[in-house]
C-alpha cells in the first residue's frame, strides 16, 4: 500500500480512483463498509484510495481532544490488511477548512487524484462551513462523471455506529466498543526492554509503550492475541502504570505471550485486546502478582 501524509497526491490524477472521504478514526463497522465498496470498485481496475486527515479536525478548529483510537501507523497497517491501495492523509490545517467545497471537489478529487467514484457516509459533509454534502457531491459526480455511494448508518443494539460512540464505550463498555470497531482494539508498537520480572516469576512478556495521542480503554487486564510471523498467539495483556512494581511508569502494554519463547526485542508488533478480565491493582508482593497472572491465564484458557 502507498502510505502518504501530506499534499504530494499528484502523481494520482492520471490514475482510476474509488475513493472514500472521512476522518476514519477507529475504521468501524461503518468505515468498513466504505471499504468494502472500495474493493468491489477494484475489480473495475480503480485504486482504492482513502482521503483522511493527520490531525483531528475538531482539535485544528475548537481546541477539541487530539487523542485518537488508532495513530496513523496503526491506520496505515490496518487499512492495507483490508485491501487498500493508497492511503492519503492530509494534513488539516485552518487554511484547508476554508476551501470551498466545490474547489476541494474539482481541485483534489478530479485533477489530483482521477476520481471515479467516491464513497461517504449519507450525513457527510465537507468543505468551508460544511457546506459540502452528499446532494453538492452528486451534483459535481454528474458535471465531471464520477459516481457518488452514500452508505446508510449502520447500527448495532439500537446505536448508531460511530467513532463518538466507541470513544465514550472504550473505558466502560470494552465488549461493545470491540464490536463496533468490527476487529479487536488494537495496539501496534515496538518491543522495547522492561525491568525483566516477568522472567525472573516464570512469566516473560514483552513491552510496547502506548503512544501519547492514543485514546485507551480502562486500565487492567485484558485477554489478548499477539500476531507475530503471520500467526496470532494467545496472549494476555496488562494496560496500565504497573503499581506494583517501584518507580513511576509512563502508560505501557505489558503482554505474557503463550507457547511462544523467542526473542522479540526491537520487534514491531500488533497486540490485539479481545476482553476485559480485571482492573489493574497493586499487589503486595511479586508472589502475590505471580499468582494472580496464573489466576488470570488459567481464566483466560478456559473461556477459550
Do not use: C, W
Not at 502510505?3 to 472514500?20: D, G, P, S, V
Not at 482521477?114 to 460544511?130: I, L, Q, S, T
Not at 454534502?133 to 446508510?152: D, I, P, T, W
Not at 505471550?257 to 520487534?267: E, F, V
Amino acid at each position: 500500500m502507498i502510505y502518504l501524509q501530506n499534499e504530494e497526491a499528484r502523481q494520482f490524477h492520471t490514475m482510476r480512483t474509488a475513493i472514500a472521504l472521512g476522518k476514519f478514526d477507529g475504521i468501524h463497522l461503518g468505515h468498513q463498509m466504505l471499504i468494502n465498496g472500495l474493493n468491489e470498485e477494484k475489480m473495475k481496475g480503480r485504486q482504492a484510495l482513502i482521503f483522511t486527515f493527520g490531525s483531528n479536525p475538531a482539535y485544528v478548529l475548537t481546541g477539541g481532544s487530539t487523542k485518537n483510537i488508532y495513530t496513523s501507523e496503526e491506520k496505515a497497517l490496518y487499512f492495507s490488511e483490508l485491501g487498500v491501495d493508497i492511503l492519503l492523509e492530509y494534513p488539516f490545517t485552518k487554511a484547508f477548512s476554508s476551501i470551498s467545497p466545490e474547489d476541494f471537489v474539482e481541485g483534489y478529487l478530479v485533477k489530483q487524484l482521477g476520481v471515479r467514484a467516491v464513497y461517504v457516509g449519507e450525513d457527510f459533509h465537507f468543505g468551508k462551513g460544511r457546506r459540502g454534502n452528499v446532494s453538492l457531491l452528486q451534483s459535481m459526480g454528474a458535471q465531471y462523471r464520477f459516481e457518488v455511494h452514500a452508505m446508510a448508518k449502520k447500527t448495532l443494539h439500537g446505536k448508531v455506529v460511530n467513532s463518538t460512540q466507541i470513544r465514550d464505550m472504550l473505558e466502560t463498555h470494552f465488549h461493545i466498543a470491540n464490536e463496533m470497531l468490527g476487529n479487536p482494539y488494537f495496539l501496534f508498537g515496538t518491543v522495547i526492554e522492561g525491568k525483566r520480572l516477568g522472567h525472573t516469576i516464570g512469566y516473560p512478556t514483552i513491552n510496547q509503550n502506548v503512544p501519547e495521542h492514543k485514546l485507551i480503554p480502562a486500565y487492567g487486564v485484558y485477554a489478548s492475541r499477539v500476531l507475530i510471523d503471520g500467526y496470532y498467539y494467545k496472549a494476555i495483556s496488562n494496560l496500565g502504570k504497573k503499581p506494583t512494581i517501584e518507580g513511576r511508569h509512563r502508560v505501557g502494554l505489558e503482554t505474557h505471550i503463550i507457547g511462544y519463547n523467542g526473542n522479540l526485542y526491537g520487534r514491531e508488533l500488533k497486540t490485539e485486546l479481545l476482553y476485559f478480565i480485571r482492573p489493574e491493582e497493586k499487589f503486595a508482593n511479586v508472589e502475590e502478582l505471580r499468582q494472580q497472572i496464573g489466576n488470570d491465564i488459567a481464566m483466560m484458557l478456559e473461556n477459550g
